[in-house]
């Protein structure tokens, strides 16, 4: 399990680049592809908000229940997870507006931008540096069995980086293997 959600974590970042090629356009008064922004925050939001978090405070939840007697890290992960989805809807509400020809002040729309992307960014290095190293001493073979036989969310395979990439994600699977 910690394997997978690592290569969800390494999938992640490749659409930070991508949010942070955008950011860069911006920045430097380039055109923005504004539907590959979109198109990353319905990513973020169906898959990661949906899938990943559930399946990481599963883990987390678990942890904290037969594994640890210090529950500052669960809480804190549960509070980054509900800033980071909270932090994509603002973002995503956003660029709706402006692919609807709303007039949004590029500021306002860089600086929800960067914040995304550096609360992202932060959130998936605490889990990789000092979460998923202690659920890897703490938790036994029969937890990690336990574990996966509870998590019931992940039956369909992944939009973008599973082995068929759905059609609404065609373009942003391009763009990525571009600057791959």
């Known amino acids: 399990m910690l394997q997978a959600l690592h290569q ?8 930070l680049d991508v949010l ?17 922004l979109k198109d990353v925050l319905s990513y973020l939001s169906e898959v ?15 942890y904290l229940k037969y594994r640890c007697q210090d529950d500052q890290i669960t809480t ?36 929800k931008l960067e914040s995304f992307i ?12 000092e979460v998923f190293p202690e659920l890897r001493t703490s938790l036994t073979e029969d937890d990690w069995r336990h ?11 992944d939009p973008l980086f599973g082995r068929e990439v759905a059609e609404r994600y065609r373009d942003l699977s391009n763009s990525i293997s571009l600057h791959a």
């Open 118 to 129: 550096v609360l992202q960014q932060r959130h998936m290095d605490f889990e990789e540096s």
């Open 8 to 15: 969800e974590h390494i999938n992640i970042a490749r659409l």
């Open 48 to 62: 990661s908000d949906q899938c990943h978090h559930p399946q990481e405070d599963l883990i987390y939840d678990y």
């Open 147 to 157: 574990l996966e036989q509870n998590w019931h969310y992940r039956t369909a395979d």
């Open 76 to 111: 804190r992960l549960h509070q980054e997870h509900e800033l980071v989805v909270e932090a994509g809807k603002e973002l995503a509400a956003l660029v709706d507006m402006i692919l609807m020809d709303a007039v949004i002040p590029l500021d306002q729309l860089m600086a």
């Open 20 to 36: 942070r090629q955008q950011l860069f356009a911006i920045r430097s008064e380039h055109p923005v592809r504004y539907r590959l």
